[in-house]
T-cell receptor
Framework: EPEVTQTPSHQVTQMGQEVILRCVPI?????FYWYRQILGQKVEFLVS????????KSEIFDDQFSVERPDGSNFTLKIRSTKLEDSAMYFC???????????FGQGTRLTVV | ELKVEQNPLFLSMQEGKNYTIYCNYS?????LYWYRQDPGKSLESLFV?????AVKQEGRLMASLDTKARLSTLHITAAVHDLSATYFC??????????????FGKGTHLIIQP
């Protein structure tokens, strides 16, 4: 069964460093998303991406965040200068169209120290 | 701004008992999801509810949607320990001309004791 895959599963980084979280969406999907879940809290929408551009972003997705689809398979989330409060689980999701169900990856746990 | 409220946020129950988790949302939507999350894991899709009056069942779980009341319920019948997890509802505003992305409730942390 096709699935969304994310790498790495866990990343530890020092405050102020740049990190790139990677996702491979399901191959025939056209809509891509990043969500964040701070430990013990709810899942929060960060950004949606379609046709090589951001279609929507939340207030959380400020200038330190960026997304990119560098090739036909990967979808990345870059955090330019990490802060302690960026520590969270980051989930990538994809859907074939809108509105249809999005499928979530297994997540990347980001720890900023 | 769409608000999604779940209750209870924490539920401890005994095996064999029945219980219901409630999900209220503040703005019109006709698409609602229920997810299960085990500790440190991803979101497992349980149900997709697409219209008013939708009811879906899988094993001991049954979900329903009342779009007029802006309420969804997740009912657990004869609970077993394996159902212990955190359950999230999530509302999709896109088809109503609203924002993209899902808005999640805070989750219900369910513990089922033998």
């Amino acid at each position: 069964e096709p699935e969304v895959t994310q790498t790495p599963s866990h990343q530890v980084t020092q405050m102020g460093q740049e990190v790139i979280l990677r996702c491979v969406p399901i191959s025939n999907h056209l809509y891509f998303y990043w969500y964040r879940q701070i430990l013990g809290q709810k899942v929060e929408f960060l950004v949606s991406f379609y046709n090589n551009e951001i279609s929507e972003k939340s207030e959380i997705f400020d200038d330190q965040f960026s997304v990119e689809r560098p090739d036909g398979s990967n979808f990345t989330l870059k955090i330019r200068s990490t802060k302690l409060e960026d520590s969270a689980m980051y989930f990538c999701a994809s859907s074939v169209s809108r509105p249809t169900e999005a499928f979530f990856g297994q997540g990347t746990r980001l720890t900023v120290v | 701004e769409l608000k999604v409220e779940q209750n209870p946020l924490f539920l401890s129950m005994q095996e064999g008992k029945n219980y219901t988790i409630y999900c209220n949302y503040s703005t019109t939507s006709d698409r609602l999801y229920w997810y299960r999350q085990d500790p440190g894991k991803s979101l497992e899709s349980l149900f997709v509810l697409l219209s008013n009056g939708a009811v879906k069942q899988e094993g001991r779980l049954m979900a329903s949607l009342d779009t007029k009341a802006r309420l969804s319920t997740l009912h657990i019948t004869a609970a077993v320990h394996d159902l212990s997890a955190t359950y999230f509802c999530a509302v999709d505003m896109y088809s109503g001309g609203g924002a993209d992305g899902l808005t999640f409730g805070k989750g219900t942390h369910l513990i089922i004791q033998p």
